[in-house]
């Protein structure tokens, strides 16, 4: 099965700063990589996503990028805002994409300060 | 249209009872997952519906844990005998199909204390 690691678990930026956070899979299988964005007492919800056929995926402020060969996966916000501030968490297939269920990450919580 | 729900938002309880948690997916959805959130922890799967079958319940912490689909809609999560490590938000979500590639649409939680 797939194991996820997550780093950091705390980071805290001034706002305009980058904010990066790597997530590591344990399943060369795996071939994609969701990232879910939780703020503070709401539901987790889907930012953004890469399936392993491409290196890097950018939507506005955010990208996240793909490096197979070392099995890591990183969620990069430039320009950051307070409303960034929030609870991250990536995710893994849990048998490589072939079925539904993921296992997320520990999760980063991110503050931005003004 | 309306998202995913569950109730109870809230559910505390003495330790030793039974509790039952429910969630509504999304219309349409086959796909349904329930996951465990703990303070300051992530979010632990606990097991996935394709339709009315499990594939997967390895997540489940206990046999005091169990859930059941029916009609291929809505779910419940039944935990017997609750202790206080059971305490923590049960998230459920649900998505088109059963493929990974398919975004996973979270309800509220049910926030469960066990006194």
């Known amino acids: 099965g797939e194991n996820v690691e997550q780093h950091p678990s705390t980071l805290s930026v001034q706002e305009g700063d980058s904010a990066v956070i790597k997530c590591t899979y344990s399943?060369?299988?795996?071939?994609?990589f969701p990232w879910y964005k939780q703020e503070l007492g709401k539901r987790p919800q889907l930012i953004i996503d890469?399936?392993?056929?491409?290196g890097e995926k950018k939507d506005q402020r955010i990208a996240v990028t793909l490096n197979k060969t070392a099995k890591h996966f990183s969620l990069h916000i430039t320009e950051t805002q307070p409303e960034d501030s929030a609870v991250y968490f990536c995710a893994a297939p849990y048998y490589g994409g072939s079925q539904g269920n993921l296992i997320f990450g520990k999760g980063t919580k991110l503050s931005v300060k003004p | 249209g309306a998202g995913v729900s569950q109730s109870p938002s809230n559910k505390v309880t003495e330790k030793g009872k039974d509790v039952e948690l429910r969630c509504d997916p999304i219309s349409g959805h086959t796909a349904l997952y329930w996951y465990r959130q703990s303070l300051g922890q992530g979010l632990e799967f606990l097991i996935y519906f394709q339709g009315n079958s499990a594939p997967d319940k390895s997540g489940l912490p206990s046999d005091r844990f169990s859930a059941e689909r029916t009609g291929g809609s809505v779910s419940t999560l039944t935990i017997q005998r609750t202790q206080q490590e059971d305490s923590a938000v049960y998230l459920c979500?649900?998505?088109?199909?059963?493929?990974?590639?398919?975004?996973?649409?979270f309800g509220p939680g049910t926030r469960l204390t066990v006194l």
């Open positions: 890469i399936r392993s056929n491409v």
């Open positions: 979500a649900s998505s088109f199909s059963g493929s990974s590639y398919n975004e996973q649409f």
């Open positions: 399943d060369s299988a795996s071939n994609y």
